[in-house]
């Protein structure tokens, strides 16, 4: 939500209202039913093949054994597996400490991006062949245009360079939240 609320692209902009006013929703029909609820925030999510960052990346890499970089990709990743957000989501539900809380759950380590795009080579098993490209955002936005497909855009790109991380402290703190680092499980953590 809060890396895409003041994206340059307006529909990047209008996805993350949606999910403020999403959350601002449930918690207020919560609270009006006496329901108590707890809201996970996570960074970017990856495991069992059903995302759209990771695995996508993983399938552009198997594909073409290369990856496009934006020069001066250096921002910050934190990815999180499926599993441990889901015990964290359970671990909520059982904690009276957690309701009417708001929770950001990230992975359990930060790597800058070229690193974890390195990790997705490793974990497939194929050298890594990252391939800096200047002027990747306007290319990738003309290929969001031209397929016609809204979510891709520049501002994919231009985050390679933005840190897109948080604080597990509340988490660990409230939930006993511990989340794995990135791709311990290997290729498993890419398939379904």
């Excluded at 529909?11 to 029909?29: D, I, N, P």
């Excluded at 290369?66 to 989501?89: E, I, M, N, S, Y």
């Excluded at 897109?164 to 511990?178: F, G, H, K, S």
């Amino acid at each position: 939500i809060f890396n895409k609320v003041n994206s340059v692209n307006a529909s990047e902009r209008k996805v993350a209202r949606k999910m403020l006013a999403a959350e601002e929703s449930v918690t207020q029909q919560c609270d009006a039913m006496g329901i108590k609820w707890t809201i996970l925030r996570p960074t970017l999510i990856y495991g069992l093949g059903l995302d759209r960052n990771i695995s996508r990346a993983a399938h552009f890499i198997e594909k073409f054994k290369f990856f496009p970089l934006a020069t001066g990709a250096t921002g910050l990743r934190q990815p999180v597996h499926a599993d441990d957000l889901a015990v964290a989501a359970v671990t909520a539900i059982q904690s009276d400490t957690a309701a009417g809380r708001f929770y950001d759950v990230g992975g359990g380590e930060r790597l800058i991006y070229r690193e974890m795009i390195g990790r997705i080579f490793d974990a497939l098993n194929l050298p890594r062949l990252l391939v800096p490209t200047p002027g990747l955002e306007y290319a990738v936005a003309t290929a969001g245009l031209l397929l016609r497909k809204p979510e891709v855009t520049g501002d994919v790109v231009r985050r390679m360079r933005l840190d897109l991380v948080c604080e597990n402290n509340a988490a660990e703190a409230d939930l006993n939240y511990r989340p794995r680092d990135f791709l311990v499980g290997g290729r498993d953590d890419l398939s379904r």
